[in-house]
Every structure is written in C-alpha cells, then in structure tokens.
C-alpha cells in the first residue's frame, strides 16, 4: 500500500525483530492514517528536499514489538506517528536541522550523534496532527544512561 508517492506501509512497519518473535506488527487503520501524515508532511518533504532515498530504520511499532527492545509503549513509535531514518550521503545533524528549520513537526531528535562522526546516530522526527511542540532535543549516552537535551 503506497502511504504517499515514495512511502510504502511496508517499509513504514517492516520489523526483523517482529518477524523473528512472530510479533504481530500490522498497523490499524488509524495508525495508516497517523503513518499517511508522517509521510506527507515529514517524509516526503524530506525526499523531495534532498532528492535522495530516506532510510527508514523503525517506523510503526506495535506495542509488543516496543517492549521487545526494550521502548515504551507511550513512544509515538506505537501510534504510527514516528520515524527513525537517515538520508544516504547527508549527515544526521543536517537532515535534523533541515526538518527543523522548515517543516512543521513535533519532536526532531539527534540520536547518538557525534560531532566527529559525520554519519553517527540517526534522526528521529514525528508529527502529530493535534499539537506538534516543535521539540529539537539530541540523544545520548551519559554514565550508562540515555539523556536528552535541548537544542
């Protein structure tokens, strides 16, 4: 099913880990619907801007799937209204940066990025048609913990 010109749901819900732990990972008509939007003002926004492939590396998630890896079940992951992705030959805190200076968005985080490592991490972007909050955090580990700052 196209989501938009260059998105399929498939590669929008594909799981390796779902499909090894036979976790069913299908979303519900109002996930499509959260996943459509994802696609039309954040995805394909993207596409279009860099006019190369976004890798999309998690998208929807069920919530069994989200606890497997250990996620939580309130991520935006779980309502169809999240991506984790990068865009081949652009660096994570430029497509970040991109997203957040020109398109309408709820959260952009930076996850894992290293200054020195150009392709280090990867971007996470969500929207939600109720309230996008426009939140720009960076992610990373401090003393064996995951912290989030504001950018």
């Known amino acids: ?4 010109k260059d998105f399929t749901l498939q590669e929008l819900s594909k799981s390796e880990i779902a499909d090894r732990n036979n976790i069913n990972n299908i979303p519900t008509a109002d996930h499509i619907t959260n996943l459509v939007l994802l696609c039309q003002y954040i995805l394909q926004p993207v596409r279009l801007h860099f006019d190369k492939p976004v890798t999309i590396t998690s998208g ?21 209204m999240a991506v984790d992705c990068e865009v081949l030959a ?9 997203v957040v200076n020109n398109l309408e968005y709820d ?9 020195d490592k150009i392709n280090s ?5 969500s929207y939600n048609k109720e309230n996008n909050r426009k939140m720009y955090l960076r992610a990373y580990k401090a003393n064996g913990r995951t912290v989030y700052e504001v950018i």
């Open 121 to 125: 991490g990867w971007v996470h972007i």
């Open 107 to 115: 959260q952009v985080i930076l996850e894992f990025w290293e200054k």
């Open 90 to 98: 652009v660096p994570n805190k430029e497509l970040a940066d991109w």
């Open 1 to 4: 099913m196209k989501l938009s």
């Open 60 to 80: 929807y998630r069920s919530p069994e799937l989200c606890l497997k890896i250990g996620s939580s079940i309130k991520s935006q992951h779980c309502l169809g």
